[in-house]
């Protein structure tokens, strides 16, 4: 009997294990199997062997809970990381830089960041309100900054004028050719330009530093300039070793006998001597004059030629000997009585700025100042293109004007005064007598003297002259009217020695014109001599 009794009790007890718990209670552990009151932050439903924890973000006071209504959520701007929270006291607030706006948050993460760009130093807020704007001149990258000091300045070269930027690319940079040494700036004004003589093709530069030096034989008086490009080229027959030069009066000529034909030359090694047979008498050429006619050279790096000995005269351009020099003839004249063409090349004067009657004061010096130093009768012995004495004929760079050899004399001699250096300043002298002290002095070229007979640049008039013929014969009377029209360009010649004779372009020398109407007339009155009368 009393084993019997044993057995039941064994059976009971196992049965009483096996079960469940009533709501509110259950096993303390999984090993132990006897339904214990659920504790605070914690809850069952009937028939749950265990009492389940709220979860996080969420509390209970309650002891023996039945249900998991009775877990609170924490209020907005709080989180708990803790499960079976047993009171709101595990609900800590959201981290400065953060904000919740919903309750139950479970893990500080689930409090928003604040965005990038802008930082918050307070707790358990609510809103994103409460994220200030990082200041204009700054910026931020970070999530849920906590304070100012993580709103880092825009570097040198950089600045921005807005609040809230969000990464240092939006930072915006200073232009090429400027430069900027402040950090945090806020306005574009705080970009200085790179000084005259530099460039910079660099965004962004945070110094100076960065502006290039304008290389030898170029120069730039610009600031800003933003590339090697804007920095000029000294002109052809110049040079420069200078750096960062922000002039052209540093670009120096090339000596008289040298010349340079390139841009941008760093160094006076460069200039190159003029080639035998051509000269250079200024500075600053980009090329060499060959030695004119009537002139030799033999030497390298020539200032001038040697003009001939009185009575010759050489047949081309850039003689190289003296022999080249031989007797005038009568393809070569050079003797008293030749005419000659002289051009003066003249740089620096501006035509179209002066007025027609500063214009005459000018040619008609210029011819007396001619007349003068090539010891002619007087100025009337210079004559323009047209054949109008006592003038000179202007053209943009130069002026030319054709003269006679006096009489006792050669061309050489004229030759010897012209292509002096004393000629050329006396013309810039001159220019300043006719045009006054304020105008600009002009730079003299090359003077030539060309031996040429004269043929005048005239405008043409039309005569038409009409001859009639008469006809007889036994059985008709008849009248034949032949007309002839010529056209004659009346001027005035200027024959060797410079004095006026009539002058046609129809006639081949000189005393022909009209030669045409002249010869119908002759046909015309033979005609009617030759016809017999009418009856």
């Known amino acids: 009997m009393a084993m019997l009794l044993r057995v039941f009790f064994l059976v009971a007890s196992a049965a009483t294990i096996a079960s469940s718990c009533p709501a509110g209670k259950g096993f303390p552990s999984p090993d132990i199997h006897q339904c214990t009151v659920c504790g605070a932050g914690t809850w ?31 209020d907005v701007g709080r989180w708990s990381s803790q499960a079976g929270a047993p009171g709101p006291g595990s609900c800590q607030e959201c981290p400065a830089g953060r904000w919740g706006s919903r309750p139950g948050l479970g893990d500080a993460l689930e409090c928003t960041a604040c965005q990038k760009g802008t930082w918050s130093s307070s707790r358990g807020e609510t809103s994103a309100d409460v994220c200030i704007l990082c200041t204009a001149g700054t910026w931020s990258q970070a999530l849920g900054a906590i304070e100012h000091t993580q709103c880092q300045a825009c570097p040198a070269g950089t600045w921005t004028g807005e609040e809230g930027t969000a990464s240092i690319s939006d930072c915006n940079r200073c232009d090429r050719g400027t430069f900027s040494t402040d950090t945090g700036a806020t306005y574009p004004g705080v970009c200085r330009r790179c000084p005259t003589g530099t460039w910079s093709s660099q965004w962004g530069a945070p110094s100076n530093l960065t502006c290039q030096l304008c290389s030898p034989g170029t120069w730039s008086g610009a600031t800003g300039a933003k590339n090697q490009a804007t920095c000029s080229r000294c002109p052809e027959g110049t040079w420069s070793d200078a750096t960062g030069a922000s002039a052209s009066s540093t670009c120096k000529p090339c000596g008289a006998g040298s010349f340079q034909p390139a841009k941008g030359q760093a160094s006076q ?29 033999t030497d390298r790096g020539a200032t001038a030629c040697n003009v001939c000995p009185d009575g010759t005269w050489t047949y081309i351009e850039g003689s190289l000997r003296g022999d080249d020099c031989t007797p005038c003839g009568h393809t070569n004249h050079c003797e008293a009585g030749a005419t000659a063409r002289i051009t003066v090349d003249v740089e620096g004067l501006d035509l179209a700025q002066l007025s027609d009657a500063q214009k005459d004061d000018l040619k008609s010096t210029y011819a007396g100042t001619i007349a003068e130093e090539c010891n002619l009768s007087s100025n009337a012995s210079v004559w323009d293109l047209f054949g109008d004495n006592g003038t000179v004929s202007l053209a943009e760079m130069s002026f030319e004007a054709f003269v006679a050899v006096p009489e006792g004399s050669y061309a050489n001699v004229l030759a010897r005064v012209l292509y002096s250096e004393e000629f050329k300043e006396l013309i810039a002298n001159s220019t300043e007598l006719a045009l006054g002290e304020d105008a600009p002095k002009p730079q003299l070229g090359a003077v030539v003297l060309k031996l040429e007979s004269f043929q005048p640049l005239v405008a043409a008039t039309t005569a038409t002259t009409t001859v009639t013929t008469s006809t007889r014969t036994a059985s008709t009377t008849s009248t034949k009217s032949t007309t002839a029209t010529s056209t004659s360009t009346k001027t005035v010649h200027h024959d060797l020695r410079g004095t006026e004779a009539p002058w046609s372009t129809l006639s081949a020398g000189r005393g022909s014109c009209g030669l045409a109407s002249l010869v119908w007339l002759l046909v015309g009155t033979a005609a009617l001599a030759a016809a017999p009368a009418v009856e």
């Open 44 to 74: 069952s439903a009937a028939g749950s062997t265990a009492c389940t924890q709220c979860r996080p973000g969420t509390f209970s006071g309650a002891r023996e809970a039945n249900g998991s209504s009775v877990c609170q959520t924490c």
């Open 269 to 297: 090694q460069n200039c190159i001597q003029c080639e035998p047979g051509s000269y250079n008498a200024g500075v600053g050429a980009a090329k060499c004059s060959r030695c004119p006619k009537g002139t030799w050279s």
